[in-house]
């Protein structure tokens, strides 16, 4: 099973802010990697898909990058609706997610 | 816009059984694979099991394997779960998503499945 790791868990972060979340696989996935937002009691959405392309209708300050076993997800300046819980997700075997990364008012 | 609506979820004794259904309209039900994903309260999200379009070829994960069954109506365009011996651990809510290239494009807004005595 590959098994997906994110950080940092908590990212403490004010509205301007340059956020960046790291996701590392435990075997090569090659570019086979989303990402998601999810805020409280709502379900997750899709921000990434192919490790950087960027899903339609998500704003561009979002970005992603990275190959193989190793992704991050940039914010480029934080806004108020960013507030919330990140996760990465592999579907190069089978399908698994990332522990998730808070995204919380400092 | 694509729509996923879940029901059926509810309380139910440990070693019980329940069935999912995901409604879902706005898209071409029938061209695509289609998924059950969880989150257990204050957890992180787990796939569980999905199924083809044509309904041909399924996956679960380990854990629920032999326990739940995942089928589809294409003509009701409709999805299901049906979850047997259930467990405390199972307790989560389950969402219903749509594949695009193998990754979750949609999801719906989820049923509360609690396993509890």
Same mark, same amino acid.
């Given at each position: 099973? $590959?098994?997906?790791?994110? *950080? ?12 960046? $979340? ?6 090569? $996935?090659?570019? +086979? ?9 709502? /379900? ?7 490790? *950087?392309?960027?899903? =339609? ?7 992603? *990058? ?41 | ?14 070693? =019980? ?15 695509? +694979? ?14 569980? /099991?999905?199924?083809?379009?044509? =309904? ?14 995942? *089928? ?37 807004? =989820? ?7």
């Amino acid at each position: 099973d $590959i098994q997906m790791t994110q *950080s940092p868990s908590t990212l403490s972060a004010s509205v301007g802010d340059r956020v960046t $979340i790291t996701c590392r696989a435990s075997q090569s $996935i090659s570019n +086979w990697l989303a990402w998601y937002q999810q805020k409280p009691g709502k /379900a997750p959405k899709l921000l990434i898909y192919k490790a *950087s392309s960027l899903e =339609g209708g998500v704003p561009s300050r979002f970005s992603g *990058s990275g190959s193989g076993t190793e992704f991050t997800l940039t914010i480029s300046s934080l806004q108020p609706d960013d507030f919330a819980t990140y996760y990465c997700q592999q579907y190069d075997s089978y399908w698994t997610f990332g522990q998730g990364t808070k995204v919380e008012i400092k | 816009e694509v729509q996923l609506v879940e029901s059926g979820g509810g309380l139910v004794q440990p070693g =019980g059984s329940l069935r999912l259904s995901c409604a879902a309209s706005e898209f071409t039900f029938s061209n695509y +694979w289609m998924n059950w994903v969880r989150q257990a309260p204050g957890k992180g999200l787990e796939w569980v /099991a999905n199924i083809k379009h044509d =309904g041909s070829e399924e996956h679960y994960l380990d854990s629920v394997k032999g326990r739940f069954t995942i *089928s589809r109506d294409n003509a009701k365009k409709s999805l299901y779960l049906q979850m047997n011996s259930l467990r405390a651990e199972d307790t989560a809510m389950y969402y219903c998503a749509k594949f695009r290239d193998f990754y979750f494009d949609y999801w719906g807004q =989820g049923t509360l499945v609690t396993v509890s005595s």
